[in-house]
Each structure stands twice: as C-alpha cells, then as structure tokens.
C-alpha cells in the first residue's frame, strides 16, 4: 500500500475546516490562508513556515504548537488556546488576539499592534518549557 502524502506539502487556502483535527502533525510549510478554522485543533503541531494569513481560528487550540517564522498576518485569534506555543519570529503585524490563554507562550521577535500587546500584556504568564523564556519578557511588557 503506498504511503499517504505528507501533510506538508498541502494547500488549504480558502476552505473551511472547522473543528479540524490536525493535532501533533507535521504542517511545515502547509497553507492555510483565508482558511476557516473555528474550533481545530492544532495541539502539539509543527507549524514552522505556514502560512495562515487571515485564517478564522476562533476557539481553536494551538497549545504547545510550533509556529515559529509562521505568517500569521490578518488572522483572528479569538478565544484560542496559545499555551506554551512558540511564535518566535512569527509575522503577526494586523492579527487580531482577543481572549487568547498564552500562558508559557513565547512571543520572541512577534511584531504585534499597540492594542492586542496591551491585551496580551495583561494575562500574559508562565515561562516556555521549550525555549526557556518567560512570556511577558518576549511580548516585552513592561
């Protein structure tokens, strides 16, 4: 029986997949731009390079998920499971984060707008168990 294709190389731009579960898999590099993902799961998953430019992703879970130099530009994050999520380098510049859970999230070098970094400032908690950093000192509150 041949092997499955590898998640990674495949294209969800424009779709809606709510309540997904993509949870511990591998994503490098996936699209999932303009992508309705209301409620998916996303725990665990490696998410480096993926583009999820304006993508819904209300109550969705990402916790523990790699989204490191992920394009995140556009997106609403509303209600979403971030906990102990890395997005280091993580173009973010126009997301929208409200009543997020980012407790241990690490936020290294996110360009964020004024207003979701004086939200996420306000619950921001707990340190990374992968990179180490404290989450408030990468959101650099003050």
């Known amino acids: 029986m041949p092997a ?31 992508t309705n993902l209301r409620e998916a799961s996303f725990a665990g998953a490696d998410l480096r390079n993926a583009s999820l ?41 126009n997301t929208h984060f409200l009543n997020v859970r980012i407790d241990g999230a690490d936020f290294t070098n996110v360009p964020l707008r004024g207003d979701d970094l004086k939200r996420l400032c306000a619950v921001a908690s707990g340190t990374n168990s992968s990179s180490g950093r404290a989450t408030r000192d990468t959101l650099g509150c003050a």
């Open 4 to 34: 499955p294709p590898a998640l990674a190389a495949m294209d969800y731009a424009k779709q809606v997949l709510i309540g997904a579960d993509f949870h511990g898999a591998d994503l490098r590099g996936v699209t999932f731009n303009l």
């Open 53 to 93: 430019f304006g993508a819904k992703l209300q109550d969705a879970d990402f916790s523990g998920a790699d989204l490191r130099d992920a394009t995140l530009d556009s997106a609403v994050f509303e209600g979403t499971d971030l906990r102990n999520a890395r997005l280091d380098d993580a173009f973010a510049f």
